[in-house]
C-alpha cells in the first residue's frame, strides 16, 4: 500500500526528496493550498480524503455550551492512520470515521490544474513532504502542519 512507503526504519536522505530541494519555500506552500483547497472541498460533499498517512475527514464531536448543556456537533480533523500510530508509538484519541463516509484519493490532476504545477511536481511534492513528515516522527521531533 502506498501507506508503507512512511513506515521508516532510516533518516529521510536529501537524495529522497529530489521536487523539495528543486522547489522555492513558496511554491511548496502553493501546493499544499492548492492541496488544501482541494481537501476542503471534499469534506463539503460529505468525502474523506485520503494521504497516505492518514485521513482528513468531517467527523462526529461534540461542544459544550452554557450550563453545561452538550451540543453535537461535526468538526473537520486529520485521524492518523493506525498503522503509522503503532510504528511510531504515537498516542492520540480513537477518533473513528463514520462508516458511510466516503474515502478518496487526493485528484492530483485537478490539483496541479488549480496551482498550475505539473501534475506529477505536485503529486511528488505532497509525498516528499510526507516523507519529510514521517522522518520528523521517526525521529521524535515536533512538527507544525497549519491548515487553514
Not at 501507506?3 to 530541494?21: D, W
Not at 460533499?45 to 448543556?69: L, Y
Amino acid at each position: 500500500a502506498k501507506m508503507q512507503k512512511y513506515l521508516l526504519y532510516n533518516a529521510v536522505e536529501p537524495e529522497e526528496l529530489p521536487i523539495l530541494k528543486e522547489l522555492s519555500t513558496i511554491e511548496i506552500c502553493k501546493v499544499w493550498s492548492g492541496m488544501s483547497r482541494h481537501i476542503y472541498r471534499q469534506l463539503l460533499k460529505r468525502k474523506a480524503v485520503e494521504i497516505g498517512v492518514g485521513s482528513f475527514a468531517v467527523v462526529p464531536s461534540h461542544a459544550s455550551v452554557a450550563e453545561g448543556k452538550v451540543l453535537p456537533v461535526e468538526r473537520p480533523m486529520f485521524v492518523l492512520s493506525k498503522t503509522l500510530k503503532m510504528f511510531y508509538n504515537l498516542e492520540s484519541d480513537e477518533t473513528k470515521i463514520p462508516d458511510e463516509t466516503p474515502v478518496v484519493q487526493p485528484d492530483f490532476e485537478e490539483i496541479a490544474a488549480n496551482t498550475h504545477f505539473r501534475q506529477e511536481i505536485v503529486e511528488q511534492c505532497v509525498q516528499e513532504t510526507l516523507l519529510c513528515f514521517a522522518g520528523a516522527l521517526r525521529d521524535n521531533k515536533e512538527v507544525e502542519f497549519t491548515f487553514r
